[in-house]
């Protein structure tokens, strides 16, 4: 993903008008009050976050997952079966996409989901590809090789996989879909000619042929970064203009479980990533978990788009305040209570 530096500038897109359109609409319903009700507790299960470390440990130790490479199709593999493992239905999505370097990328989106049967469902998604090369303008070393994308890219996964091992070992009465994107990190930053739709293109081809047909989930929720140390969860922009009830429920539930340092009141600017085409093209509400320290020159960690988002900025708590925090909205959910 890339920080929506030029928004407005951009805007003759069309689709990214769609954004200042929506603003007036959604920002009434977003005064809407949390009940000292919808807070009392519910049983949820323990994140295990041991466990969500080594499933992000093991996409790394694959390589960069980068369309059209061995590492990217071993990767794929690997997900596919540990769904299934979890008693999920799998579905592969496989799509061909221009990239901006004239590149045709085969990706894949993966899908499973969990009591496929059930009425009530809610999407929860990242994405698994890792960036082709490291260009981030605060290090230059080794810029045109991909990176390991431990925190961009493994991280979302990693919890992901966590929750469905869970709901397999608890069962929840709610429908969940985990939506895994491909090829979301392979767009053109450059602040030359920036093209907001050169990013997310698994999301972009999902959002335009749901999987499942006609898929109308109550909300979703995309993970992106979620893993590094110290990391901060600022409430995005994109995401309090189309999703603003869902985003509050959730940060007040993740501060409701001690992790206030991690679902800070503060907002941040607009991210293109794959909740905004989400959003736009296939008109479900959803938000982002994304983390954005304060005042960077990027608006995003230091390792962000470099060889440094490797295993050593993967930090355990991180991963436990946010996949606690879904577990919660989960359970919540399947109590009639979120
Ligand atoms: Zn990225």
């Known amino acids: 993903m890339h920080f929506f530096k030029k928004l407005f500038i951009v805007s003759s897109t069309g689709i990214l008008l769609a954004l200042a359109g929506c603003k007036s609409d ?17 049983a949820v299960p323990k994140f295990e976050r041991d466990s969500a470390f080594v499933f992000v440990e093991k996409q790394v ?5 980068v369309p059209n490479t061995e590492a990217h199709k071993q990767c794929k593999n690997w997900l596919v079966e540990k769904f299934k493992s979890y008693g999920l239905k799998v ?20 899908i499973a989901q969990y009591k496929p049967e059930a009425a009530k469902r809610i999407l929860l998604a990242a994405h698994w590809d890792s960036r082709h090369i490291a260009d981030s303008p605060l290090n230059v070393d080794r810029s045109n090789e991909p990176i390991l ?27 969940v879909d985990f939506v895994l994107f491909d090829a979301e990190d ?41 893993g590094a140390k110290g990391a901060r969860f600022p409430k995005e922009e994109v995401s309090m203009t189309f999703a603003p009830q869902v985003m509050n429920k959730v940060w007040k539930l993740g501060q409701s479980l001690g992790y206030t340092n991690y679902f800070v009141n503060e907002t941040a600017g607009p991210v293109t990533d794959d909740h905004y085409f989400v959003n ?16 960077t020159q990027t608006g995003f960690g230091a390792h962000w788009h470099t060889h440094n988002d490797n295993m050593d900025v993967i930090d355990v708590r991180t991963l436990r305040a946010v996949g606690q925090t879904m577990l ?11």
């Not at 091992?165 to 709610?174: E, G, H, I, K």
């Not at 736009?280 to 005042?295: F, R």
């Open 26 to 42: 959604s920002s009434t319903s977003s005064t809407t009050q949390i009940s000292e009700e919808d807070l009392q507790p519910v």
């Open 328 to 338: 919660e909205v989960i359970y919540r959910e399947a109590a009639g209570r979120f």
């Open 149 to 175: 994308g431990a925190d961009d890219g493994g991280s979302g996964v990693g919890v992901l996989l966590e929750i469905a091992r869970q709901l397999q070992a608890t069962p929840a009465d709610v429908g």
């Open 280 to 295: 736009v093209i296939a008109k479900i509400p959803m938000i982002d978990i994304i983390g954005k320290p304060a005042n």
């Open 91 to 110: 579905t592969e999505q496989p799509f061909q996409a221009k990239a901006y370097t004239g590149k045709t990328l085969n990706g894949v989106n993966i």
């Open 61 to 65: 130790a694959f390589g960069p997952r």
């Open 186 to 226: 392979h767009g053109n930053d450059s602040d030359v000619n920036p093209d907001p739709e050169s990013w997310c293109l698994g999301s972009q081809h999902w959002a335009r042929n749901l999987v499942p047909a006609g898929y109308r989930p109550k909300y979703g929720i995309l993970l992106d970064m979620v």
